[in-house]
């Protein structure tokens, strides 16, 4: 599955912006200072977001799942 592959439902941001597919997420992470890339909620959504690029599947379900994970993982420490 390519990374341009679309999520069923866009992920929102708290910013008002929406991650419409793999690669908007990949690069959404990429954003993020390294030390919270490390961190292991946003090491799963990297993990899953290959797998769905790679494999496709219930995977892009994962994906999303693990996306929203490390959002609200990052919105609880603030």
Do not use: C, V, Y
């Not at 866009?10 to 908007?24: D, F, V, W």
């Not at 977001?49 to 494999?55: F, G, Q, S």
């Not at 219930?58 to 420490?77: K, T, V």
């Amino acid at each position: 599955m390519p990374w341009s592959a679309a999520f069923d439902d866009p992920i929102p941001l708290s910013n008002g912006r929406r991650l419409r597919t793999l690669q908007e997420a990949a690069d959404h992470i990429m954003k993020l200072p390294e030390d919270a890339q490390h961190a292991s909620h946003w090491q799963t959504a990297i993990e899953t977001l290959i797998n769905a690029a790679e494999t496709g599947g219930g995977w892009m379900m994962f994906a999303r799942i693990a996306m929203l994970r490390a959002l609200n993982a990052d919105a609880r420490r603030k």
